[in-house]
């Protein structure tokens, strides 16, 4: 099995899922539903260990989920974004925009995510704490607009 190490984290992650593969005839979908956190992703264990000491910030909040929908080739896109003014989370369809609750980012068929690098808390200062909303709390960005894009095949 392979393993990859990460030497640095970036402020923005982008992951994206293979959803669609095509075969000898046609385009398939993988509807699998992929269960995740929205906040507090730690990427500690990921960092190669001499690296571990240079990031003091290791944690990764969810900022925007893309969604598909549909049959490979007529499906609709939707996006679930967080605002980072009020912590509320919207969803937006071709016009349409409604608010929605967090808990149902991780019902749907995830295809792109975008993770923001959380600033507020080092690793040290969040040891020993338990997450009782992993909703809320999503900090300002760090300067600069560094992204790493890593491709996750299910």
Request: net charge negative; charged share 25%; with cysteine.
């Amino acid at each position: 099995m392979k393993r990859f190490e990460l030497v640095h984290l970036p402020e923005y992650l982008i992951i994206t899922y293979k959803r669609f593969h095509k075969n000898q005839w046609f385009v398939e979908k993988n509807p699998t539903i992929v269960n995740f956190p929205i906040s507090n992703v730690d990427l500690y264990d990921c960092l190669a260990e001499e690296s571990r000491p240079l990031h003091k910030y290791t944690t990764y909040d969810l900022i925007s989920n893309i969604v598909h929908d549909g049959p490979p080739s007529s499906g609709s896109y939707r996006i679930q974004i967080l605002h980072n003014g009020t912590q509320k989370w919207y969803e937006l369809e071709d016009l349409h925009v409604k608010e929605i609750l967090p808990q149902m980012i991780t019902l749907a068929e995830s295809y792109i995510q975008i993770w923001r690098l959380n600033v507020t808390k080092t690793r040290d200062q969040r040891a020993g704490e338990v997450d009782e909303d992993t909703t809320t709390g999503i900090p300002a960005a760090a300067s600069g607009e560094e992204t790493v894009e890593i491709k996750m095949e299910m």
